[in-house]
């Protein structure tokens, strides 16, 4: 689900914007989203080699394999990918994009990081 917008009309009393019902409808639906997403981030656990979508949060990785991410251009996301195998799980950016300037960046078992787009490119945090 996308983030409702409340419609605030154009001013106080001026009988635009949404009514009180459906903006308090559109603030319920927002924060049931945001409060899933806390609680219940989104998990994938991967044996093989695996594109991350915007929908991903948490990637889990169980095996070799190379974990390719979406294009940082003109997106704010942010990943935690951890390596709970026994090979190597290579995290590469999308084309001629880095991570903290590298090509790509190699987690080996147990290693975890978290890494977000600058909106040019990614960067560990």
Known sequence: MAQEIIDLGTGADTGTGDPLRTALTKTKDNFSELYGFVYNPPFTSQSANYTATLEDLVIDGTATLTLTLPTAVGNNKLYKVKNSGVGTVTIDPDGTETIDG???????????????????NWLEI
């Open 102 to 120: 590298a090509t790509t960046k190699a987690l080996t078992a147990n290693q975890f990081v978290t890494i977000i787009s600058n909106g040019t």
